[in-house]
């Protein structure tokens, strides 16, 4: 074979080179598995491929002018369509987006910025393209670097139109042949995913059925106990379920059930024996009562529980609760009312005695109330006349006395005015609880105001600092609430470190979640919305072990030389916000000052509290 009858090779994915017999074909490095292919079985790949050649359009890459117009024109002859023939590796990118040719013939060492493996590389990851390389090299190096990028095929320059268009079909057949590999391994990937997925479900369902087989055992097992528990639970609760059937509207006797004799002590069986029985042993008083909540069930509705009493077979009187609810069939019509009696006695007992306790508590208060105001009063006049006589002696014989005299005479002058302002605070405190609310619409900034000018003394002394953000309308007690906000904002001022006073008073909605106070008929109130005020401010702050009790009357934390005041001003702040339904507290550490909070509720109290 001579240098112009080189053998020219397949080079199949795996590296293997096969060799063509045939008169002087060129180097084929195509991307198929085949050993001895024959220009003859080339030739004879059929008419699937020869209809699948004149459908495909080819992009030539190739710096040489020549060179491109010679292998247009051989493909035009094998009946090819070229779609443009471009020099570089961008105008090739730009021609591949325009109009995606079916397959590239490109140059290796393409002139320009990027040569033709690596402008391989980026048509296969843009465009799945495949790519036959064209070369005037058939050195080992050459197609060592080739091989890098999985062409499809490469021709060493010069070759032939046959061993082109021999190139071409191999590899239109090898890509053919690998699209339509791909695309089963999607189906077959797709096919493993649904699988999978009908697997997991199955077995999802099968966990289901086990779930749901052993909650039907357990609801199983319970409905065996029901009857037993519901027996042990009723005779323990002191009561009996009873069921009176109806006819056209009219009570036919009454079953009872085990628990009726403890209750009542009558059996089962003389509540069967006599229909009037249950009615003769209600309390004369409760059978008018119990009568229309009968009438009630029988008209199908379903009233709250009635309370009322009984006389037991012993001739004891007892209290039973009685709730009773309609019975209807398959189609709507009452047929029966089942009942549930519980015996409340003990409870009602439990009940009256309460009930005396808290008007014994309250007739107490009132009291207690009345003491307080009468010897707060009463001692204004003596003390007066005390603290007189001291003031004489004081003016009279100061200095003209030895040093322990005029000491004596300043201690008794310091208690007489002090024992007038704890009389006086008395007195105040007595008078919260004694006078009626007056409970109307305001707006606590105005309140607030009021109060500074009542501090106006005090702030200045100090160079406190107040800020106060916007509040809003309350319904309260002006008066009252404007004296909460003195007392807080005066010991905010008055409870200063080395700092000025700095006081910040605000205000928020919240939705109370717990009752805050006691209603004034001893109950409680219900839940509701609440303002929360919060008056913060940088003074010397309170150790949480005290928190309760500053707010007690006459408890003071420091001494009167340190800071004065009588101890009784959180305490009247206390009664007033409690007299509105609401509640007080603080947060405080030592040091780092101290934030009471209070709440009024957005409804007003009760009037009865007033």
């Known amino acids: ?112 910025p990027v040569d033709g493996i690596a402008g391989a590389e980026l048509m296969q990851k843009r465009a799945s393209l495949p790519v036959i390389f064209l070369t005037a090299y058939g050195d080992a190096e050459t197609l060592e670097k080739a091989k890098q990028v999985n062409p499809y095929g490469c021709l060493v320059k010069p070759f032939s ?85 109806l006819e056209n509207g009219h009570p036919q006797g009454s079953i009872h059930y085990p628990g009726s004799e403890d209750v009542t002590g009558y059996s089962k069986a003389e509540y069967e024996a006599d229909d009037t029985l249950w009615y003769r042993m209600i309390h004369a008083e409760d059978r008018e009562k119990v009568l229309a909540y009968v009438n009630r069930v029988i008209q199908g509705l379903s009233p709250p529980p009635i309370e009322h009493r009984i006389l037991h077979k012993d001739g004891t009187l007892h209290w039973l609760r009685n709730m009773s609810i309609p019975h209807y069939d398959a189609e709507r019509r009452l047929i029966a009312y089942d009942g549930l009696i519980v015996d409340i006695t003990e409870i009602k007992k439990v009940e009256t005695q309460r009930d005396r306790w808290l008007e014994e508590l309250k007739r107490s208060n009132q009291d207690l109330e009345q003491f307080s105001y009468a010897v707060s009063h009463d001692l204004q006049e003596p003390l007066r006349m005390v603290a007189s006589y001291v ?47 007056t409970i109307a619409p305001v707006r606590a900034q105005s309140l607030v105001d009021l109060a500074l000018v009542n501090l ?67 109950g409680a109130r219900t839940a509701a919305a609440v303002w929360q005020f919060s008056i913060q401010d940088n003074g010397i702050g309170i150790a949480p072990q005290f928190s309760e009790r500053i707010f007690l009357i006459f408890q003071r934390l420091h001494t009167l030389d340190e800071y004065p005041g009588s101890g009784i001003g959180l305490t009247i702040c206390k009664k007033i916000v409690e007299r509105h339904g609401g509640r007080i507290w603080v947060e405080s550490q030592p ?20």
Request: hydrophobic share 40%; aromatic share 6%.
């Open 1 to 112: 074979m001579t240098e112009a009858q080189f053998a020219s090779g397949f080079w199949n994915r795996r590296g293997r080179v096969s060799l063509i017999a045939g008169p002087a074909p060129k180097a084929y490095f195509l991307p198929i598995d085949i050993d001895i292919v024959t220009t003859h079985q080339v030739a004879g790949m059929g008419e699937g491929i020869n209809r699948l050649m004149n459908s495909k359009s080819i992009l030539i890459v190739e710096d040489e002018a020549t060179v491109a117009e010679v292998i247009r024109q051989m493909l035009a002859n094998t009946g090819y369509a070229v779609s443009a023939a471009v020099t570089n590796i961008p105008a090739a990118l730009e021609e591949i987006a325009r109009q995606r040719p079916d397959m590239v013939l490109m140059d290796i060492k393409i002139e320009g």
């Open 161 to 245: 139109e046959y061993e082109l268009r021999c190139t071409l079909e191999i590899a239109f057949q090898w890509h053919s042949q690998a699209e339509l590999l791909k695309k089963r391994e999607r189906e077959l990937e797709s096919t493993y995913v649904q699988l999978a997925s009908m697997l997991e479900a199955m077995k999802d369902k099968e966990s289901d059925l086990e779930a749901k087989n052993a909650q039907l055992l357990q609801v199983a097992q319970e409905l065996q106990d029901t009857d037993l528990r519901y027996e042990r639970l009723v005779r323990a609760a002191r009561g009996f379920i009873f069921t009176v059937p």
């Open 391 to 437: 003031q004489l002696l004081q003016r009279r014989y100061q200095g003209k006395l030895d040093a322990d005299a005029d000491e004596f005479i300043r201690f008794a002058q310091d208690g007489a005015v002090r024992m007038q302002q704890l009389i006086g605070d008395l007195l105040h405190y007595s008078r919260l609880g004694r006078n009626a609310l």
């Open 456 to 522: 106006k003394a005090s702030v200045e002394a100090s160079g406190a600092t107040i800020a106060c953000e916007p509040l809003p309308e309350v319904m309260a007690d002006s008066r009252l609430l404007m004296l909460m906000f003195q007392n807080l904002i005066g010991n905010a001022i008055k409870f200063h470190g080395k700092a000025a006073p700095n006081v910040r008073i605000s205000a928020k909605s919240e939705s109370q979640v717990s009752t805050v106070s006691p209603a004034p008929d001893g």
């Open 591 to 610: 040091g780092r000052g101290s934030t009471f909070h209070f709440t009024l509720p957005r409804q007003p109290p009760n009037k009865a509290g007033a």
